[in-house]
């Protein structure tokens, strides 16, 4: 059975460009995301990339470290980072994991269960699936999971979206409504009565009884 939401994120220890990473140390008091590609020096993999490069300063202000996996080598990855930075505009500050061996891609369910994979030549098609995205919590638990076809590049935004809301539901007795983006209201959780959200929250918006909006909490 794959990855759920609340599993723990499997550890690891894989080369990467930054050199060896142990994942669960490299998580420490912060969120992750770990987003995975089928082979270095492909199109749709380079403008992600560059998307991921270019949000490094919104990656900062929410305590998130962002992890590639790619599936060549450590020296295949400093070179593609070249193209990358150039494409992008801007440098790609972090690290890209070695995950030749499939270790990664494996431990986290990227790959169907029937797959194929050649030692030698092997082609972004045979580890097409390897597309997903985690998102990780500083208690190690999955969060969110995300998976897109090769045709399909991810929109970055959206991952940095629904970050904002893992975080901001983290812990506390609301969820986030369809769209949400920060500073909108928030859904008060059907475990909290009416007295006691509109006590911790303030006036509540009630469109349904099982539906009652609050403003997000400061």
């Not at 991810?154 to 769209?179: C, K, M, S, W, Y």
Request: glycine share 6%; with cysteine; aromatic share 10%.
């Amino acid at each position: 059975m794959g990855l759920r939401i609340n599993d723990i994120a499997p550890d690891f220890t894989a080369p990467s460009t930054d050199g060896e990473i142990k994942f669960h140390d490299f998580i420490g008091d912060g969120y992750v995301v770990l987003f995975s590609h089928p082979r270095d020096f492909t199109p749709v993999c380079t403008t992600e990339f560059g998307a991921v490069a270019q949000l490094a300063e919104e990656w900062a202000k929410r305590n998130t470290k962002v992890l590639g996996v790619s599936v060549d080598t450590v020296e295949e990855h400093t070179k593609w980072k070249n193209d990358i930075e150039s494409f992008a505009g801007t440098k790609a500050g972090f690290p890209i994991i070695d995950d030749t061996s499939l270790t990664v891609s494996k431990a986290y369910d990227m790959l169907p269960a029937d797959f194929y994979l050649p030692e030698a030549n092997r082609t972004p098609a045979n580890t097409a699936t390897v597309r997903t995205v985690y998102i990780i919590g500083p208690d190690k638990k999955v969060r969110l999971t995300m998976t897109y076809p090769m045709s399909v590049g991810r929109n970055f935004a959206e991952i940095l979206r629904a970050l904002d809301a893992v975080q901001a539901t983290d812990g506390v007795p609301f969820a986030t409504p369809a769209n949400w983006v920060p500073g909108q209201d928030v859904i008060v959780a059907l475990s909290v009565s009416d007295e006691d959200a509109k006590a911790k929250y303030g006036d509540l918006d009630i469109k349904l009884p099982y539906l009652r909006f609050a403003k997000q909490p400061k």
